[in-house]
Nanobody, 116 residues
Framework: QVRPVESGGGLVQAGGSLRLSCAAS????????MGWYRQAPGKQRELVAI???????NYADSAKGRFTMSRDDAKNSVYLRMNSLKPEDTAVYYC??????????WGQGTQVTVSS
């Protein structure tokens, strides 16, 4: 059973940094596409960054230059380093695992709050 579990959220002042982690159980993690998404109150869930099994990464325009996604296949984990945080980055951040021949799996989310 694939169960992404996010951690690392919290309260930070504008301009600060956070590092989110997502660990997922399951075999052949290295073949999965992994993504970070976020959902702010009253808004739809949106893509933040997504990384293929080969390491190709795409970022939302709002994340470019400030956020960096990485993965450690040996630890079945992906990370999202967020710098220069803004109040508009406040949201619940979700980890998504796209598993070949299996489907999509979402974590429960971790709250990120950026104070001005």
């Amino acid at each position: 059973q694939v169960r992404p579990v996010e951690s690392g959220g919290g309260l930070v002042q504008a301009g600060g940094s956070l590092r989110l982690s997502c660990a997922a159980s399951g075999s052949i993690f290295s073949s999965w596409t992994m993504g970070w998404y976020r959902q702010a109150p009253g808004k739809q869930r949106e893509l933040v960054a997504i990384m293929t099994s080969g390491g190709t990464t795409n970022y939302a325009d709002s994340a470019k230059g400030r956020f960096t996604m990485s993965r450690d296949d040996a630890k079945n984990s992906v990370y999202l380093r967020m710098n220069s945080l803004k109040p508009e980055d406040t949201a619940v951040y979700y980890c998504r695992a796209i598993v070949p021949m299996s489907g999509d799996y979402w974590g429960q989310g971790t709250q990120v709050t950026v104070s001005s």
